[in-house]
T-cell receptor, first 115, second 114 residues
Framework: AQKVTQAQTEISVVEKEDVTLDCVYETRDTTYYLFWYKQPPSGELVFLIRRNSFDEQNEISGRYSWNFQKSTSSFNFTITASQVVDSAVYFCALSERYNNNDMRFGAGTRLTVKP | NAGVTQTPKFQVLKTGQSMTLQCAQDMNHEYMSWYRQDPGMGLRLIHYSVGAGITDQGEVPNGYNVSRSTTEDFPLRLLSAAPSQTSVYFC?????????????FGQGTRLTVV
């Protein structure tokens, strides 16, 4: 069965600090997809990144970077030089190629960036 | 481009009342789903549909019904509201059954059952 664990419930940092949000997943499928979403205080869900199980390359987008490691079933998200606007709840999610069920989400990590 | 539209944004119900949360998408996506978001539990799948005329249960389906008569619309019905159904509800759509595309979410409906 698919499962996503975000062990960090809340993280608080001071602006300009780097912060890493952890995501560990479980799946029996060999083909699967991982996602990160951001939920700012306004409540909408904003898509950040998608990664498939065949692509273990790390990705960098501005201050955001993602580290995908199949050996440890992890898909961690790092924000470099955090800003107050990064304050949000971040969700990691998993979907499987041969499972009709939709995405399985982690419980989310609430990030607070203080000025 | 409207994307995924949910109505209403807020709703207060009394225990035992019924109501329908509306969801419409204009992207011709095959796949639509409903989630509920509760504190500390992330988003949990209620029901989903892989196409018009086809629906199936997700992780937490009890107390909810869905139908998919058109590609665009996927309403969620609460048959007899209970306080345990107080939550934020999100509708989502995806273009690809292969699961390798992101989901597009509506703005959410905050439902309170008193």
């Amino acid at each position: 069965a698919q499962k996503v664990t975000q062990a960090q419930t809340e993280i608080s940092v001071v602006e300009k600090e780097d912060v890493t949000l952890d995501c560990v997943y479980e799946t029996r499928d060999t083909t699967y997809y991982l996602f990160w979403y951001k939920q700012p205080p306004s409540g909408e869900l904003v898509f950040l990144i998608r990664r498939n199980s065949f692509d273990e390359q790390n990705e960098i987008s501005g201050r955001y970077s993602w580290n995908f490691q199949k050996s440890t079933s992890s898909f961690n998200f790092t924000i470099t030089a955090s800003q107050v606007v990064d304050s949000a709840v971040y969700f990691c999610a998993l979907s499987e190629r041969y499972n009709n069920n939709d995405m399985r989400f982690g419980a989310g990590t609430r990030l607070t960036v203080k000025p | 481009n409207a994307g995924v539209t949910q109505t209403p944004k807020f709703q207060v119900l009394k225990t035992g009342q019924s109501m329908t949360l509306q969801c419409a998408q204009d992207m011709n996506h095959e796949y639509m789903s409903w989630y509920r978001q509760d504190p500390g539990m992330g988003l949990r799948l209620i029901h989903y549909s892989v196409g018009a005329g086809i629906t199936d249960q997700g992780e937490v389906p009890n107390g909810y019904n869905v139908s998919r008569s058109t590609t665009e619309d996927f309403p969620l019905r609460l048959l007899s509201a209970a306080p345990s159904q107080t939550s934020v509800y999100f509708c989502a759509s995806r273009p690809d059954r292969g699961r390798n595309t992101e989901a597009f979410f509506g703005q959410g409906t905050r439902l309170t059952v008193v």
